[in-house]
C-alpha cells in the first residue's frame, strides 16, 4: 500500500518559520512527481508546491503557487524517500491542513495537478496566528 506520512505541523505567530516532512513507502519514490497541497476551512484544496522526478542541468523542477514565492522551498531526499517545505515568513492566511502528495503532473507546464493515481496522505495541520 502507498502511504505517505507528512508531520511538522503546529501553531506559529505569523513570521515564523515551520518545516514540513513527509516520508513515502509503497511505491517507487523516485519515478514520480511529489509535492504538498493545503485546504484552509471552507476553501478548495490548492497546489502550494511540487518537486519533480528527475534532476536537471539547473537541479529538479520545481512548484510554487503565486502566494507561496520567496518564502516556501521544496526539496527531496531520495535516499530516505522523504520530502521537506520549509515555510519562512509565515502569515496567516497559510493556515490549513498540509497534504503530501505524490503521482503529480504538470510540472513542466508551470502546474502541479494529481495524477491517475491521486496518493496523498493524512494532513498535518499548520495554525498561523497573527
Known amino acids: 500500500d502507498v502511504q505517505l506520512q507528512a508531520s511538522g505541523g503546529g501553531l506559529v505567530q505569523a513570521g515564523g518559520s515551520l518545516r514540513l516532512t513527509c516520508a513515502g513507502s509503497g511505491f517507487r519514490f523516485g519515478d514520480y512527481a511529489k509535492g504538498w497541497f493545503r485546504q484552509a476551512p471552507g476553501k478548495e484544496r490548492e497546489a502550494v508546491s511540487c518537486i519533480a522526478t528527475s534532476d536537471g542541468p539547473t537541479g529538479y523542477m520545481t512548484y510554487y503557487s503565486d502566494s507561496v514565492k520567496g518564502r516556501f522551498t521544496i526539496s527531496s531526499d531520495s535516499a530516505k524517500n522523504t520530502i521537506y517545505l520549509q515555510m519562512n515568513n509565515l502569515k496567516p492566511e497559510d493556515t490549513g491542513v498540509y497534504y503530501c502528495?505524490?503521482?503529480?503532473?504538470?510540472?513542466?507546464?508551470?502546474?502541479?495537478?494529481?495524477?491517475?493515481?491521486?496518493?496523498r496522505g493524512q494532513g498535518t495541520l499548520v495554525t498561523v496566528s497573527s
Open positions: 502528495a505524490a503521482d503529480l503532473w504538470g510540472l513542466p507546464r508551470g502546474t502541479c495537478v494529481p495524477g491517475l493515481n491521486d496518493w
